[in-house]
């Protein structure tokens, strides 16, 4: 066969390449071999790219110089040939030029200098090129080119230096070609280096979703043992991962965390000698369950930052408990499980909890691993002991170790509570447990503030659920609320409390009197007089403790009731006592806590919405920024706790909010419909039009935009389209932060909208078709019945009855 034949066979199929690479050995010795391959390598260049059989051709060529001793003098015959059609004018000849280059490259073991830096040169034009496919094919070959200068360089250590101008080009590629395929080339083939690797990693954020996945699918598990990665780094690949937008991207992030960092940690535990390291590396599968290599995955992931609500660490375990069955049957919660907890370990038990809980399926392992109520609130008890006695500690001596434990020591009690939030309280004698140690917990004053909120939590789920397990609730907050005022002031002198239980307005007295008498008043100023002013301001200071420590409880409780506040007897007095003495203080933390403890109240109570609407809006014209965003906050939960304002249903319907009244000129929006109804509502959105003025700082615009588009998402938008319309218009005008986010929003609404109404033709135009099949049937009964008189007429009553 001649030489021609045989490249002609090799692009009808790839299945007889290797036999007609011999062939093509055998005519090696020819006369004109090369001018022969030259001539054939000439008519692939007009092959078009979706043209297979131009890459089978390309193919059969690398098969034949791979398994060919002599290949680098063809090799760089080849290139020399094809080196002046990489810069041709034709796109398709330029491609399978650059295809080819690459291609040999790959297989190409040594190459002349000078011919290497022409070659080096032309491919650098071809990654600029107007083509991406031809871009892409040049990328590729740099690839291989930079790795080889690279390792030349570590070994030589030269002067002379391709590497750093070549890859620079490579990582400027990989960050801004605008083709993904050329990306992702980059990412899966260039070398992972101290140097690239920051680059590589950050293609986690990239644009296109196979790009991400390839990170996480190919990159990250060839790159090994994870724990080489900064604790930085290892958080936000997982949290990039596992909340990406594209499922198969969280579900590749998901594998890499329960499939290889979990392994590479049970490697460690598993392998204790070199000879058990070469048995390992031939197995298949995963490594047997193992318990210390899931703690140390937790601890690898700061699961005492990351294991927050808004922690990645959550998510994290719950697919790792998806996909690792075995370590679901291999953990044991035993008595010295619980006695020894660390964060990690209360950690997997609060995890393990969830993940039982949410798959039915899983119930009866709960009830067969984790402790019942009583065994619980035991461990729960001895736990919130020792943290308050550390915390106690702590305050003595403020070391960074002292504070160290006591973070990690907040943190379990922080699970154990999680935990206690899911048990089954039927069981009366763990119910009353339980309720007696939340009960004393929550009157701890050391108890820091994310543990006492989830102690109010807990606490509301052990009290019956109905109206008078919300009293109990109350009743039982309050008078913890008093004991934590007393417990803070007691620490002083003992005149010296008395004197703070007097003055501070949340006294246990204070239920029975707010008013303090004359006397009263001159035996305090006659002893503020006696202190010196570091004494003074060391009251001051005592007393802010005391009262942002009861106003954080009040806080917890008015997020956990759903009743009236008038109906209450208990939560009247702590709104008169605590909330509106908290809203009038001049200390400016007392007075935020405060105003978002009477926000709570007005959703509880629609008569005192419709009273405090004028003080929300004087504390966003007036306030600082932070009342300002509590503000809008809290007017916008108003609003949407009475609902839209066509809606009959809402709690707040009976008692309408009256619109503000402190509105500047310019900051209304006058609808272009003369409906009340919509002026009504134009009054109500003024002081979110109001904060969408470029004289307030970014951070209320943000929350007057985000609190619109709330508004409209929840049904406010419909009726009220040119309203809206306007504001919307307002807030790009002003270029508000958030505003992309509001036209989004205004845009998905419409559309909502327009599938809604099609929807409704439908089904309109399905019943006027029921309603002619119907009379239609009804003049074929009256046509038959003609002339039978009233039995006619009754028969054909009865009918449409049924």
């Known amino acids: 066969m001649s030489v021609a034949e045989i490249f002609s066979d090799a692009q009808r199929s790839l299945v007889s390449h290797r036999t007609l690479a011999k062939r093509l050995r055998r005519l090696e010795n020819s006369p004109n071999f090369e001018a022969h391959v030259k001539q054939c390598v000439f008519r692939l260049l007009d092959v078009s790219k979706s043209e297979a059989a131009g890459t089978r051709v390309i193919k059969f060529l690398t098969t034949y110089l791979v398994s060919d001793d002599i290949s680098n003098q063809i090799s760089s015959t080849i290139l020399l040939a094809v080196l002046p059609f990489l810069c041709a004018k034709d796109k398709t000849v330029r491609y399978r030029a650059t295809q080819l280059t690459c291609q040999i490259l790959g297989v190409l073991q040594a190459i002349d200098d000078d011919l290497y830096k022409v070659i080096r040169h032309e491919l650098i034009k071809r990654m600029r090129d107007k083509v991406p496919a031809i871009r892409l094919e040049a990328v590729m070959a740099l690839g291989r080119l930079v790795e080889s200068e690279m390792e030349e360089e570590e070994e030589e250590d030269s002067d002379e230096d391709y590497a750093p101008g070549l890859l620079h080009k490579l990582l400027d590629a990989l960050q801004n070609d605008t083709n993904a395929d050329v990306r992702r080339a980059l990412l899966v083939n260039l070398p992972a280096t101290p140097k690239t690797l920051p680059y590589l990693l950050e293609r986690a954020r990239d644009r296109d979703a196979p790009t991400r996945r390839a990170l996480y699918a190919k990159l990250l598990p060839k790159l090994g043992d994870f724990r080489h990665l900064s604790l930085s780094m290892r958080e936000k690949l997982l949290r990039w991962g596992l ?469 409209m998402l929840c049904g406010f938008y419909a009726g009220n389209e040119d309203l809206f319309d306007q504001i919307v218009e307002r807030a790009i005008h002003g270029v508000a932060k958030g505003w992309e986010l509001l036209e989004k929003v205004r845009n998905a609404v419409l559309v909502d909208r327009d599938q809604s109404k099609g929807k409704a033709a439908d089904k309109s135009s399905d019943k006027v078709k029921e309603r002619e099949r119907s009379s239609n049937g009804v003049s074929s009964a009256r046509t038959s019945n003609e002339g039978v008189g009233s039995g006619g007429e009754r028969v054909v009553g009865e009918s449409m009855e049924v």
Request: charged share 30%; proline share 4%.
């Open 243 to 711: 909340r990406d937008r594209d499922e198969r991207v969280r579900g590749a992030a998901a594998r890499l965390f329960r499939e290889c960092w979990i392994e590479n940690c049970a490697r460690t535990e598993t392998e204790e000698s070199s000879e058990a390291a070469d048995e390992k590396e031939a197995q298949v599968g995963f490594y047997d369950p193992s318990i210390p290599a899931l703690l140390e995955l937790l601890e690898r992931i700061d699961t005492l930052n990351t294991g927050n609500e808004d922690g990645v660490a959550r998510e994290a375990m719950k697919d790792f408990w998806a996909g690792r069955p075995d370590y679901l049957d291999a953990v044991r919660f035993d008595d010295g499980f619980w006695d020894n907890l660390t964060p990690e370990s209360a950690f997997i038990a609060r995890t393990f909890n969830d993940y039982c809980h949410s798959d039915p399926s899983y119930r009866e392992m709960i009830e067969e691993k984790m402790p019942e109520v009583t065994r619980l609130g035991f461990h729960l008890q001895k736990h919130i002991n020792e943290l308050v006695a550390r915390v106690q500690h702590a305050s003595e001596s403020d070391s960074d170790e002292k504070i160290a434990l006591q973070a990690e020591q907040e943190f379990i009690v922080e699970q154990l509570l999680y935990i206690a939030q899911s048990l089954d309280y039927t069981d009366e004698i763990g119910r009353r447990k339980m309720f007696s140690l939340l009960r004393h917990a929550l009157s701890m004053a050391e108890l820091p503030d994310e543990c006492t909120r989830l102690t109010v939590e807990a606490l509301r789920l052990v009290c019956n659920s109905d109206a008078a397990g919300e009293r109990e609730f109350t009743s039982i907050v309050l008078e913890a609320i008093a004991e934590v005022h007393d417990n803070i002031a007691s620490s002083d002198l003992e005149d010296e409390a008395e004197a703070d239980e007097e003055d501070s307005f949340v006294s246990a007295r204070s239920e029975v009197s707010g008013e303090s008498t004359p006397r009263n008043e001159q035996a305090k100023s006659k002893r503020n007089k006696n202190l010196t002013e570091e004494e003074q301001e060391a009251k001051a200071i005592k007393e802010i403790v005391i009262n942002m420590k009861c106003l954080h409880i009040a806080q917890c409780m008015l997020q956990n009731v759903a009743g009236n506040l008038q109906s209450n007897i208990d939560l009247r007095t702590m709104f008169d006592n605590l909330v509106i003495p908290a809203v009038r203080s001049h200390e400016a933390l007392i007075r935020e806590r405060g105003v978002q403890c009477l926000g709570l109240c007005c959703l509880l109570e629609p008569k005192l919405a419709d009273e405090n609407m004028r003080l929300f809006t004087l504390l966003l014209k007036r306030g600082h920024e932070t009342l300002q965003v509590m503000a809008l906050q809290i007017l916008c939960d108003i609003l949407l706790a009475r609902g839209p304002p066509s809606s009959t249903h809402s709690e707040f319907s009976e008692h309408p909010v009256s619109p503000p009244a402190t509105t500047e000129a310019g900051d209304d929006v006058t609808p272009t419909t003369t409906n009340n109804q919509s002026s009504t509502l134009a009054g109500l959105l003024s002081p979110f039009v109001k904060a969408l003025s470029q004289t307030f700082p970014d951070e209320v615009r943000a929350t007057s935009t985000a609190s619109l588009c709330k508004l």
